[in-house]
Nanobody, 122 residues
């Protein structure tokens, strides 16, 4: 399984970005997926997670109401729509495939994308 994250960039506070995570392999639709982010000097933290069907989602409190996670299993792609971006959202964003365990734990994910930088200026 390979995951390719894209869509990051530089945006002003209040702006929007949409991240994409393209997956190879036939098991994409069978497993939950998640987005994590890591800012300099901080631990990698779960931003959002989505079940295999897309019917169940989780959001960190810091992004709730601003970010939307979704997936298109026919396209083997997961998305993260980020609106009303804040400077504190600046981080490298990673997509990952969940293999089991708690959805907020990085150890619960076995395959990771390479990360895409999101920078929000004030």
């Amino acid at each position: 399984v390979q995951l390719q994250a894209s869509g990051g960039g530089l945006v002003q506070a209040g702006g929007s970005l949409r991240l994409s995570c393209a997956a190879s392999g036939r098991t994409f639709s069978a497993l939950a997926m998640g987005w994590f982010r890591q800012a300099p000097g901080k631990e990698r933290a779960c931003v959002a997670s989505i079940s295999w069907s897309g019917g169940s989602t989780y959001y960190a409190d810091s992004v709730k109401g601003r970010f939307t996670i979704s997936r298109d299993n026919a396209k083997n792609t997961m998305y993260l729509q980020m609106n009303s971006l804040k400077p504190e959202d600046t981080a490298v964003y990673y997509c990952a495939r969940r293999s089991g365990g708690r959805m907020v734990d990085a150890d619960s994910y076995d395959y990771w994308g390479q990360g895409t930088q999101v920078t929000v200026s004030s």
